[in-house]
């Protein structure tokens, strides 16, 4: 059974730094990896989606990539800003129904 | 203006009653997901459904029932039966191919 996870599972940084977040899943039989953000309270909002063709994909700030064979993500937000404290997900499609598997979720706090 | 729609967006049940949760997507997407999300517990699969007029049990399908009847709708049932209600409930949907999910802004259930 696919297992996703997240370490760390709380980070805080200071206004500027650059945020590591890491993923890792045990079954490299995924369609793809999809990062989120949760706000408190709120649904999830899709940052990234990285086919398992790919190696990598960007938007803005944002980077994630994915190593298939050794089992890992990592998403980088470049100069990080308070606006980007939350929590971030990520989750691998695999399997009959193209279900989501998740991580337990890092969050994240940016201080000014 | 295309997305996700859960109502209500908070839920009070008294014991041993039936909730319904509603779910309506406009995306045209085929396959629709209920996840249900407790502190420290991450998201775990209650139900998908990957066409009209059918459905699959998820890791915790105990205690709740689901229906598929229009493409554009995918309510869930609570049960008197499950033990554990109280919880923050998200209903999903992905698009064929690619398998890109997208959540809804999430339902609060709350035992009274």
């Known amino acids: 059974k696919q297992e996703v996870t997240q370490i760390p599972a709380a980070l805080s940084v200071p206004e500027g730094e650059n945020l590591v977040l890491n993923c890792s899943f045990t079954?490299?039989?995924?369609?793809?990896l999809q990062w989120f953000r949760q706000d408190p309270g709120k649904g999830l909002t899709s940052l990234l989606l990285i086919q398992s063709s790919q190696r990598e994909q960007t938007s803005g700030r944002l980077n994630a990539s994915l190593d298939k064979s050794s089992g890992r993500s990592t998403l980088y937000i470049a100069a990080s800003q308070p606006g980007d404290s939350a929590t971030y997900l990520c989750a691998v499609t695999e399997g009959a129904g193209n279900k989501l598997t998740f991580g337990g979720g890092t969050r994240v706090l940016v201080k000014p | 203006d295309g997305g996700i729609t859960q109502s209500p967006k908070y839920l009070f049940r008294k014991e041993g009653q039936n909730v319904t949760l509603s779910c309506e997507q406009n995306?045209?997407?085929?396959?629709m997901y209920w996840y249900r999300q407790d502190p420290g517990q991450g998201l775990r699969l209650i139900y998908y459904?990957?066409?009209?007029?059918?459905?699959q049990k998820g890791d915790i399908a105990e205690g709740y029932s689901v229906s598929r009847e229009k493409k554009e709708s995918f309510p869930l049932t609570v049960t008197s039966a499950q033990k554990n209600p109280t919880a923050f409930y998200l209903c999903a949907s992905s698009t064929s191919g690619g398998f890109e999910a997208f959540f809804g802004q999430g339902t609060r259930l709350t035992v009274v």
């Open positions: 459904s990957q066409i009209v007029n059918d459905f």
């Open positions: 079954d490299s039989a995924i369609y793809n």
């Open positions: 995306l045209n997407h085929d396959a």
